[in-house]
Nanobody, 125 residues
Framework: VQLQASGGGLVQTGGSLRLSCVAS????????VAWFRQAPGKEREYVAG????????YYTDSMKGRFTISRDRAKKTVDLQMNDLKPEDTAIYYC???????????????????WGQGTQVTVSS
């Protein structure tokens, strides 16, 4: 499985960006997808995701209401709509996926076997 992320850029505080990630290869019915981010000097952080084939999105609390994750299983894409961006959202954003994710580790970066190349999001104040 390969993941290709796109859509990052420079935006002012309060602006919006939409990130996209497309998967290629065998994804299977139990394919879990997520977005993570990593700011300079910080650990990689879970942003949002879908667990296996479920349709319920999950978010880190601090991003609820501003970020929206969506997926199109037929197109093998997962998008992240980010609104009301803040300087603290500045980070490299990664899409990630797993065919073997278990519920208790869904927010752990170590649980994902497949990673996109990352896309930079910079929010200026």
């Amino acid at each position: 499985v390969q993941l290709q992320a796109s859509g990052g850029g420079l935006v002012q505080t309060g602006g919006s960006l939409r990130l996209s990630c497309v998967a290629s290869g065998s994804t299977g019915t139990g394919f879990s997808v997520a977005w993570f981010r990593q700011a300079p000097g910080k650990e990689r952080e879970y942003v949002a995701g879908f667990f296996r084939s479920g349709t319920t999105p999950y978010y880190t609390d601090s991003m609820k209401g501003r970020f929206t994750i969506s997926r199109d299983r037929a197109k093998k894409t997962v998008d992240l709509q980010m609104n009301d961006l803040k300087p603290e959202d500045t980070a490299i954003y990664y899409c990630a996926a797993s065919n073997t994710l278990i519920w208790s580790t869904r927010a752990s970066s170590n649980a994902y076997a497949y990673w996109g190349q990352g896309t930079q999001v910079t929010v200026s104040s």
